[in-house]
């Protein structure tokens, strides 16, 4: 498909570029950056497949083609219900996509999700790289911690123990 090729359900293709088109794109698109529960990017076809199946058979007419136009910004008009469906599959409100202030709040809050994950990805593989680098006795103090639920014994400072 080019970029002047309207998709098969034709809903709102435009040949010519749409401000609000290509907004509505780039906010789809920082969904599919930034919500990923299965490590990785969702493929259009699992959006398509993902709202089919929570909308049963009232879900919206939504095509791969259709949700690509929307995504590139090549689509205006998308359909109240192409929105909420859009919004209920990526868990935003179906104002995300018309508000600035809702997606601006909603894209801060999702860049944060997306900075702890992958603060958490990093600090998990520094912890195992710390412990395949251990010695046999730093293991066995490690493996009696684990077996005894942590230290019995508040640190001599009397502040809180820390555990990184």
Do not use: C
């Not at 789809?28 to 990017?41: C, D, I, N």
């Not at 959006?47 to 095509?63: E, F, H, M, T, Y």
């Not at 599959?89 to 809050?109: E, H, K, L, M, T």
């Amino acid at each position: 498909m080019d970029d002047t090729t309207a998709p098969a359900d034709g809903e709102g293709a435009v040949d010519e570029i749409d401000p609000e088109a290509v907004q509505l794109g780039q906010r789809v698109e920082y969904l599919f950056e930034h919500v990923q529960p299965l490590g990785r990017r969702f493929t259009l076809q699992e959006v398509v497949d993902g709202i089919r199946a929570q909308g049963g058979p009232n879900a919206p007419k939504l095509s791969v083609g259709r949700l690509w136009a929307l995504v590139k910004g090549k689509a205006s008009n998308p359909t109240i219900s192409t929105l909420r469906a859009l919004g209920d599959f990526f868990g935003v409100p179906q104002a995300y996509f018309i508000d600035d202030d809702v997606a601006a709040r909603v894209s801060a809050q999702l860049s944060l999700i997306s900075a702890m994950r992958a603060n958490d990805v990093r600090s998990v593989a520094l912890r195992a790289a710390t412990v395949a680098t251990m010695s046999s006795q730093g293991l066995d103090i490690v493996r009696s911690l684990v077996e005894q639920g942590g230290p019995s014994e508040q640190p001599a400072t009397g502040e809180p123990e820390r555990f990184v």
